[in-house]
Nanobody, 126 residues
Framework: QVQLVESGGGLVQAGDSLRLSCAGS????????MGWFRQGPGNEREFVAT????????YYADSVKGRFTFSRDNAKNTVYLQMNSLKPEDTAVYYC???????????????????WGQGTQVTVSS
């Protein structure tokens, strides 16, 4: 069974940091571009960041640029999202996803992703 499992979410205060992890199982994702999305209460799922298959290229939504860092460890079949200077508006369920593409081109649409994790809640209090 192919799975992506996120972890690392929690309740923090504004200005704090969190590191999300997403571990793949059932197959290797080392040749797949990966992404993070989030969905806040009453909102649509929105793009957060994407990383190329080899980690050489990253692309971020303007709302998180300079605060979030996307990285990957293909040997561990795991990707990470380091989130610094968190704001209350970052509160959402965060989802890890994999594309079927071995590409450096930034994929920002949810429809570009064919594997999804179950999500992890991040709550930032003011």
């Amino acid at each position: 069974q192919v799975q992506l499992v996120e972890s690392g979410g929690g309740l923090v205060q504004a200005g704090d940091s969190l590191r999300l992890s997403c571990a793949g199982s059932g197959r290797s994702f080392s040749n797949n571009a990966m992404g993070w999305f989030r969905q806040g209460p009453g909102n649509e799922r929105e793009f957060v960041a994407t990383i190329s298959w080899n980690g050489d290229s990253t692309y971020y939504a303007d709302s998180v640029k300079g605060r979030f860092t996307f990285s990957r460890d293909n040997a561990k079949n795991t990707v990470y999202l380091q989130m610094n200077s968190l704001k209350p508006e970052d509160t959402a369920v965060y989802y890890c996803a994999a594309t079927p593409y071995r590409t450096n081109y930034p994929r920002r649409a949810p429809n570009d992703y064919n594997y999804w994790g179950q999500g992890t809640q991040v709550t930032v209090s003011s």
